[in-house]
């Protein structure tokens, strides 16, 4: 049995359509970072980046949303794996942990049967279809946030603390 992780971290994950201008209106697709970024007027260098933001969002407030079955779904060709890569030299840090806290995150809150897959009654595909299943309902949930965040203040966003403070709201 192919280790679950480098199973799941191959795959890559989708978000609604309806999101779509939250990417390009937050995130650079082909990353950007430094002034570049701040330059292009973006919060996040990667789409990858946001994507992790609005995860755990969604995960920290429970705002577990399921993507409508008749949205279309997109990605940005990106798969897990490779998010944080350092293939060029940054002063971004890898992205593993970040990528291993997703993953145990996403088995706790998934309900699959790992003794089940363990003896072999479950296929590793249906469990990995769960965890994806799982974290884009999450990110949607958190992207959800954001846009209504943005809806009611346009202008939310342009404090340099402003996702910091949404993330800190959650336990006020």
């Known amino acids: 049995m192919k280790n679950l992780f480098d199973k799941w971290k191959t795959k890559i994950p989708k978000y609604s359509v309806t999101h779509k201008n939250l990417f390009i209106s937050l995130s650079q697709k082909f990353g950007a970072?430094?002034?570049?970024?701040?330059?292009?007027?973006?919060?996040?260098?990667?789409?990858?980046?946001?994507?992790?933001?609005?995860?755990?969002?969604?995960l920290y407030r429970n705002e577990l949303v399921s993507i409508p079955d008749e949205e279309k779904k997109i990605d940005f060709s990106h798969h897990i794996q490779y998010w944080g890569s350092k293939t060029t030299i940054s002063l971004r840090k890898d992205f593993t942990t970040l990528q291993e806290n997703m993953f145990m995150a996403l088995v706790v809150k998934?309900?699959?049967?790992?003794?089940?897959?363990?003896?072999?009654?479950?296929?590793?595909?249906?469990?990995?279809?769960?965890?994806?299943?799982?974290?884009?309902?999450y990110t949607n949930g958190g992207l959800i946030l954001i846009k209504e965040k943005l809806e009611e203040n346009p202008n939310y966003f342009l404090q340099p603390t402003s996702f910091l403070n949404m993330i800190l709201e959650i336990n006020t």
């Open 33 to 58: 970072e430094g002034e570049k970024k701040i330059n292009l007027g973006k919060h996040f260098s990667t789409n990858y980046e946001l994507y992790t933001y609005a995860f755990f969002l969604g």
């Open 110 to 137: 998934s309900d699959i049967d790992i003794i089940g897959l363990e003896k072999g009654e479950i296929e590793e595909d249906i469990i990995i279809k769960k965890l994806i299943h799982t974290m884009e309902s």
